[in-house]
C-alpha cells in the first residue's frame, strides 16, 4: 500500500493550485511514511492542500508547534478523521509564485482525535504570518474556544465573535467548538452557517468532541457547555455531575491551552463550575477564571433603569456579589443613576430591598417560566459584554462585576473561591478588584448568605478539587436563577 501523492499537477482543489512534489513509499497512516504537500495561495492566505496519505486523501491544513518537543506537526484531515504529522514548513521567504512545500517527516505520524477543521475553513488557515496578505492593521489571531457550541447561547454568541464586535474589527479569530458525539450533526450545522456568513474576520473553525485537542492554544475559553438539572436530582448531584465535566476542562486547559488563557465559564453552577477548572489547571494563573455574573448585572441595570423612568445607559457602578445564584447581592448601595448614587434617584428603599433585589435575583427562573427553557440571547449578549470588559480600558469611574478569584480580595470574603465583585480592566485581558466601594449591614449580611453557600459548594465538590474531607450539606436556598 503505497502511501503517494496521487493529485495531478495543477489539479484545482477548494480552491487552491496543487503541484506534487514526489512519490513516496509507505504503509497505511499508521506507519511510517513520507510525503511532501504542497501549499498553494489563495487571495489571503497560505494554504496546504490535499494529498494522499496511506490510502486516505487528507486536506492538510494546520501547523503547530509542539511546546515540548519544539517540533512542528501539520494536521491532516479526511472528513471522517485527522491526524497529526511531524513536518517542516517552508518560511514565507521560500514562498515562490504562490507555492510552498511541506516535507512530512517521516515515522512522525501522532494522532490527535476529536477535532477537525470545517469545511471553507480547512483552506483559508494563515500558515505563516504573511503581512502583505493581510490588511496591514490586522492583529495576531485570537484563538477562541467554545464549549456548549451547539447549543442555545452558542448561537447567539459565535456570530457576534465571529463579526468583530466582541474583540474588535481588526481582530481575526479561530473558532474552536466542543460539542458531544449526540450534538455533533448539530456543530456542523453551526459551523455551516459560519461557513456562510462569510465573515473577513473568522480564519478557522475547527470542531470537535476531546477537549484536550479543541482546546489546544486557546486565547480564551469560553465554558458555557452543562447538564442541566434533570427530574429528581438533588443539587448535589448537579454540582457533582457538572463539576466532572469542568474538572475534566480544566486538566485539557491546562494540558493544551496558551499559558495565559481567559477562561469564562457559564456552566451552571458557574462560580464552583469555574473554582474547579481553575483547581484543575495549576499551570494557568488563577485570576484568568471568570464565572460570568454580567448577565445579573445586565439584569440590575435594567430594573434600576426602569424603576427611575430612565434609559439604561443613564445606570453605573452596579455590583453583583456572590454567588450567580438567587444568594447573588445586586447592590443598589453604591450604584449611580446619573453619576448620582441610585438611592438618592430612588427613594424607595423597600423597592430596592423587597422588589429589585428578588427581581434580580429570580430572573433566570422568572425567564424560563415565560420561555421553558433558560435564557440563551441575553446570556450570549452578556458574555459578549463580559469580554468586552476586559478587552477594553474601563470608563474611568466605573467598574464591572464578574466572578473572579478570591484570595488576596479587599472585602475580607474568604480567599480560595470564585465570587462576583466589582472589577475594573485596563483593557489587557486583565483586571483588578475595586476596592473601598460602601458596604452596610444590608449588604454585608447578604454578601455573607452567598458566600457560605460558596463554601458549602465548595465543600461537595472536595473531591474534584484535591480538598479532604468533603461533605455536602448545602443551605436550603441554594438554588440557581432558574431553580424557585
Ligand atoms: C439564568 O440566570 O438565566 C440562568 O442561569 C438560569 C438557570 O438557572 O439556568
Same mark, same amino acid.
Request: with cysteine.
Given at each position: 500500500?503505497?502511501?503517494?501523492?496521487?493529485?495531478?499537477?495543477?489539479?484545482?482543489?477548494?480552491?487552491?493550485?496543487?503541484?506534487?512534489?514526489?512519490?513516496?513509499?509507505?504503509?497505511?497512516?499508521?506507519?511510517?511514511?513520507?510525503?511532501?504537500?504542497?501549499?498553494?495561495?489563495?487571495?489571503?492566505?497560505?494554504?496546504?492542500?490535499?494529498?494522499?496519505?496511506?490510502?486516505?486523501?487528507?486536506?492538510?491544513?494546520?501547523?503547530?508547534?509542539?511546546?515540548?518537543?519544539?517540533?512542528?506537526?501539520?494536521?491532516?484531515?479526511?472528513?471522517?478523521?485527522?491526524?497529526?504529522?511531524?513536518?517542516?514548513?517552508?518560511?514565507?521567504?521560500?514562498?515562490?509564485?504562490?507555492?510552498?512545500?511541506?516535507?512530512?517527516?517521516?515515522?512522525?505520524?501522532?494522532?490527535?482525535?476529536?477535532?477537525?477543521?470545517?469545511?471553507?475553513?480547512?483552506?483559508?488557515?494563515?500558515?505563516?504570518?504573511?503581512?502583505?496578505?493581510?490588511?496591514?492593521?490586522?492583529?495576531?489571531?485570537?484563538?477562541?474556544?467554545?464549549?456548549?457550541?451547539?447549543?442555545?447561547?452558542?448561537?447567539?454568541?459565535?456570530?457576534?465573535?465571529?463579526?468583530?464586535?466582541?474583540?474588535?474589527?481588526?481582530?481575526?479569530?479561530?473558532?474552536?467548538?466542543?460539542?458531544?458525539?449526540?450534538?455533533?450533526?448539530?456543530?456542523?450545522?453551526?459551523?455551516?452557517?459560519?461557513?456562510?456568513?462569510?465573515?473577513?474576520? =473568522?480564519?478557522?473553525?475547527?470542531? %470537535?468532541?476531546? &477537549? *484536550? !485537542? #479543541?482546546?489546544? $492554544?486557546?486565547? /480564551?475559553?469560553?465554558?458555557?457547555?452543562?447538564?442541566?438539572?434533570?427530574?429528581?436530582?438533588?443539587?448535589?448531584?448537579?454540582?457533582?455531575?457538572?463539576?466532572?465535566?469542568?474538572?475534566?476542562?480544566?486538566?485539557?486547559?491546562?494540558?493544551?491551552?496558551?499559558?495565559?488563557?481567559?477562561?469564562?465559564?457559564?456552566?451552571?453552577?458557574?462560580?464552583?463550575?469555574?473554582?474547579?477548572?481553575?483547581?484543575?489547571?495549576?499551570?494557568?494563573?488563577?485570576?484568568?477564571?471568570?464565572?460570568?455574573?454580567?448577565?445579573?448585572?445586565?439584569?440590575?441595570?435594567?430594573?434600576?433603569?426602569?424603576?427611575?423612568?430612565?434609559?439604561?445607559?443613564?445606570?453605573?457602578?452596579?455590583?453583583?456579589?456572590?454567588?450567580?445564584?438567587?444568594?447573588?447581592?445586586?447592590?443598589? =448601595?453604591?450604584?449611580?443613576?446619573? %453619576?448620582?448614587? &441610585? *438611592? !438618592? #434617584?430612588?427613594? $424607595?428603599?423597600? /423597592?430596592?430591598?423587597?422588589?429589585?433585589?428578588?427581581?434580580?435575583?429570580?430572573?433566570?427562573?422568572?425567564?424560563?417560566?415565560?420561555?421553558?427553557?433558560?435564557?440563551?440571547?441575553?446570556?450570549?449578549?452578556?458574555?459578549?459584554?463580559?469580554?468586552?470588559?476586559?478587552?477594553?480600558?474601563?470608563?474611568?469611574?466605573?467598574?464591572?462585576?464578574?466572578?473572579?478569584?478570591?484570595?488576596?480580595?479587599?472585602?475580607?470574603?474568604?480567599?480560595?473561591?470564585?465570587?462576583?465583585?466589582?472589577?475594573?480592566?485596563?483593557?489587557?485581558?486583565?483586571?483588578?478588584?475595586?476596592?473601598?466601594?460602601?458596604?452596610?449591614?444590608?449588604?454585608?449580611?447578604?454578601?455573607?448568605?452567598?458566600?457560605?453557600?460558596?463554601?458549602?459548594?465548595?465543600?461537595?465538590?472536595?473531591? =474534584?478539587?484535591?480538598?479532604?474531607? %468533603?461533605?455536602?450539606?448545602?443551605?436550603?436556598?441554594?438554588?440557581?436563577?432558574?431553580?424557585?
Amino acid at each position: 500500500m503505497a502511501a503517494a501523492l496521487l493529485q495531478a499537477p495543477g489539479v484545482q482543489i477548494s480552491g487552491c493550485r496543487v503541484q506534487p512534489q514526489q512519490q513516496s513509499s509507505g504503509g497505511s497512516s499508521s506507519s511510517s511514511s513520507s510525503t511532501t504537500l504542497v501549499a498553494g495561495q489563495s487571495s489571503r492566505s497560505v494554504v496546504l492542500s490535499s494529498a494522499y496519505f496511506g490510502r486516505s486523501k487528507f486536506v492538510a491544513r494546520r501547523l503547530w508547534i509542539d511546546k515540548a518537543s519544539k517540533k512542528e506537526f501539520c494536521v491532516l484531515r479526511t472528513k471522517k478523521q485527522q491526524q497529526g504529522v511531524q513536518c517542516s514548513v517552508a518560511d514565507s521567504s521560500t514562498i515562490q509564485d504562490s507555492v510552498a512545500t511541506t516535507q512530512l517527516i517521516p515515522g512522525s505520524e501522532k494522532t490527535p482525535e476529536g477535532v477537525e477543521c470545517y469545511g471553507v475553513f480547512c483552506v483559508t488557515y494563515d500558515l505563516k504570518e504573511i503581512d502583505e496578505q493581510k490588511p496591514k492593521t490586522w492583529k495576531k489571531m485570537l484563538r477562541v474556544v467554545v464549549s456548549g457550541a451547539a447549543g442555545m447561547i452558542s448561537n447567539h454568541l459565535l456570530f457576534k465573535l465571529a463579526s468583530g464586535e466582541v474583540f474588535g474589527h481588526d481582530q481575526p479569530i479561530a473558532l474552536n467548538l466542543l460539542g458531544s458525539e449526540r450534538s455533533r450533526d448539530a456543530l456542523e450545522g453551526v459551523a455551516m452557517e459560519l461557513e456562510d456568513s462569510l465573515f473577513p474576520l =473568522l480564519r478557522e473553525v475547527n470542531i %470537535g468532541i476531546e &477537549a *484536550t !485537542e #479543541v482546546f489546544r $492554544d486557546a486565547d /480564551w475559553a469560553l465554558l458555557i457547555g452543562a447538564k442541566p438539572r434533570g427530574p429528581g436530582m438533588e443539587r448535589a448531584d448537579l454540582l457533582d455531575l457538572n463539576g466532572q465535566i469542568f474538572a475534566e476542562q480544566g486538566k485539557a486547559l491546562n494540558a493544551v491551552a496558551s499559558p495565559d488563557v481567559k477562561v469564562l465559564v457559564v456552566g451552571n453552577p458557574c462560580n464552583t463550575n469555574a473554582l474547579i477548572a481553575l483547581k484543575n489547571a495549576p499551570r494557568i494563573p488563577s485570576k484568568n477564571f471568570h464565572a460570568l455574573t454580567r448577565l445579573d448585572e445586565n439584569r440590575a441595570k435594567c430594573q434600576l433603569a426602569l424603576k427611575a423612568g430612565l434609559f439604561y445607559d443613564n445606570v453605573s457602578n452596579v455590583t453583583i456579589w456572590g454567588n450567580h445564584s438567587t444568594t447573588q447581592v445586586p447592590d443598589f =448601595l453604591n450604584a449611580k443613576i446619573n %453619576g448620582k448614587p &441610585a *438611592t !438618592e #434617584v430612588i427613594t $424607595d428603599r423597600k /423597592w430596592l430591598e423587597e422588589e429589585f433585589t428578588p427581581r434580580v435575583q429570580t430572573r433566570g427562573g422568572a425567564l424560563i417560566k415565560k420561555w421553558d427553557r433558560s435564557s440563551a440571547a441575553s446570556t450570549a449578549v452578556s458574555i459578549a459584554d463580559a469580554i468586552k470588559s476586559l478587552v477594553n480600558p474601563t470608563p474611568k469611574g466605573d467598574w464591572f462585576s464578574s466572578g473572579v478569584f478570591t484570595t488576596g480580595n479587599p472585602y475580607g470574603i474568604a480567599d480560595d473561591l470564585i465570587f462576583s465583585l466589582p472589577c475594573r480592566s485596563k483593557g489587557d485581558g486583565d483586571y483588578e478588584i475595586v476596592p473601598d466601594l460602601q458596604i452596610d449591614n444590608y449588604l454585608y449580611e447578604r454578601i455573607k448568605k452567598s458566600e457560605k453557600e460558596l463554601l458549602a459548594e465548595k465543600k461537595c465538590v472536595a473531591h =474534584l478539587i484535591g480538598d479532604e474531607n %468533603g461533605y455536602c450539606d448545602l443551605p436550603e436556598d441554594t438554588t440557581l436563577p432558574g431553580e424557585q
